[in-house]
């Protein structure tokens, strides 16, 4: 059973700095993309940034130059440095991951939740302004 877990979130003012982290379990991590997507109250889940198992990265332009993904297989871990920080990014935040490992795709397969199977229970990122 796949299990991911969330942590890092929190409160911090308009231009800050937040460093989510999570750790999956369960099957071997390295061979798998991951991804982090985020959902604000009363909007739909959207796609933030998403890291292939060949360390490709894709990113929300809403994100773009501020946020940074990456992945550590040495601790089944999966990383999103935020910076500049604003209002707009306040959200409770998913790390999620495919059920198969899959070959090259276009980018917006990445943008997708269907494209995930395993989803964590996520962690609140409050900007204040």
């Known amino acids: 059973q796949v299990q991911l877990v969330e942590s890092g979130g929190g409160l911090v003012q308009a231009g800050g700095s937040l460093r989510l982290s999570c750790r999956a379990s369960?099957?071997?991590?390295?061979?798998?993309?991951m991804g982090w997507f985020r959902q604000a109250p009363g909007k739909e889940r959207e796609f933030v940034a998403a890291?292939?198992?060949?360390?490709?990265?894709y990113y929300a332009d809403s994100v773009k130059d501020r946020f940074t993904i990456s992945r550590d297989n040495a601790r089944n871990t999966v990383n999103l440095q935020m910076i500049s920080l604003n209002p707009e990014d306040t959200a409770l935040y998913y790390c999620?991951?495919?059920?198969?490992?899959?070959?090259?795709?276009?980018?917006?397969?990445?943008?997708?939740?269907?494209?995930?199977?395993?989803w964590g229970q996520g962690t609140q990122v409050t900007v204040s302004s």
């Open positions: 999620a991951t495919p059920s198969q490992r899959r070959g090259f795709q276009l980018a917006p397969y990445y943008y997708r939740p269907e494209s995930y199977d395993y």
């Open positions: 369960g099957r071997s991590f390295s061979s798998y993309d």
């Open positions: 890291i292939t198992w060949t360390t490709a990265t």
